[in-house]
């Protein structure tokens, strides 16, 4: 067993896992252990620590404030320690276990969920792929390890994060087939003067078109707001309300028989890409998760 100045080594790979899987019955799996072998290495972790770690929340396990404090440094130790044991050779996706997080906008999994599942399953059915979707807060989320990689608008200022802008993109308005707004131009006055829904994740009732509709002089009717994009085409196409969309829901729209239209407005581009922390640049299944989602989402 490998040991350093008294301290058991082994107990951060154990570390890892069990803040990834938050139950000791996971990490007894992915470890290859039975549960009260991995009991014992959490009790250990406990006493190395001298915290909890994780403790019972109902009927799962939650990490305590100190497990997640320490859960990026963690997991960037285990990673730069099998990059430096790996073999020269290039790495087989096929024989990595991995789950890899991507914080997203709920239309990613909605509208590319089965692509990328697919891909993975193919090419590294070893690798979980674990979607979070964005917060109504903001947190650091990649230095902290809680994702691995966000896709979108990239939120993430943190100097150390890597951000990689791939394209632009821009907002089209939806409505039902029929809509009453579809028959004739659609203009700037009679796009305001209909019903609007709005999604948002923080419940904002105003966004970047009501103050591109006030430089004309205009003014929208908000009726409400929904948390994901998804959820609004469902009511979008039992309304007459109107709506927004982007590219990356254009499939979803046509699925649901719903009509996009160009928004008579000067509305500012979407930069859309990629971020991670720098700790994921080496990582095979880490570049593996990039270049498919550049691949799938931005070709």
């Not at 082994?10 to 139950?23: K, T």
Request: aromatic fraction near 4%; glycine fraction near 8%.
């Amino acid at each position: 067993m490998t040991q350093s100045a008294g301290i058991d080594l082994n107990l951060l790979l154990a570390l890892d896992v069990l803040l990834e899987e938050q139950s000791v019955q996971g990490a007894a799996r992915r470890l290859h252990l039975s549960e009260p072998a991995m009991s014992r290495t959490l009790g250990r972790i406990r006493k190395a620590l001298g915290d909890p770690v994780l403790v019972r929340a109902g009927r799962r396990m939650v990490p305590t404030p100190r497990a997640l404090a320490v859960r990026a440094e963690v997991s960037a130790v285990v990673e730069r320690a099998r990059a430096l044991f790996a073999p020269p050779a290039d790495t087989d996706l096929r024989t990595i276990s991995r789950t890899v997080t991507i914080l997203c906008h709920d239309t990613l999994p909605a509208a590319q969920g089965a692509a990328l599942f697919a891909r993975a399953a193919e090419e590294a059915p070893g690798i979980r792929l674990r979607f979070l979707s964005e917060s109504h807060v903001d947190a650091p989320f990649l230095r902290e390890g809680t994702a691995d990689l966000e896709v979108g608008v990239v939120d993430s200022t943190a100097p150390e994060v890597h951000v990689e802008i791939v394209r632009e993109d821009r907002m089209m308005g939806v409505v039902r087939s029929g809509h009453p707004l579809l028959a004739g131009e659609v203009t700037a006055e009679r796009f305001a003067a209909a019903d609007h829904l709005i999604v948002s994740r923080r419940g904002k009732l105003h966004g970047p078109v009501d103050t591109a509709l006030a430089e004309r002089g205009l003014r929208r009717r908000v009726t409400g707001t929904v948390g994901t994009f998804p959820s609004s085409l469902f009511v979008l196409r039992e309304t007459d309300l109107v709506g927004l969309i982007s590219s990356w829901g254009m499939p979803l729209a046509d699925t649901l028989g719903l009509v996009s239209f160009e928004i008579p407005l000067s509305l500012p581009p979407l930069p859309l890409g990629l971020a991670w922390h720098p700790r994921h640049d080496a990582d095979p299944a880490h570049a593996w998760l990039r270049a498919t989602v550049r691949e799938l989402l931005f070709s």
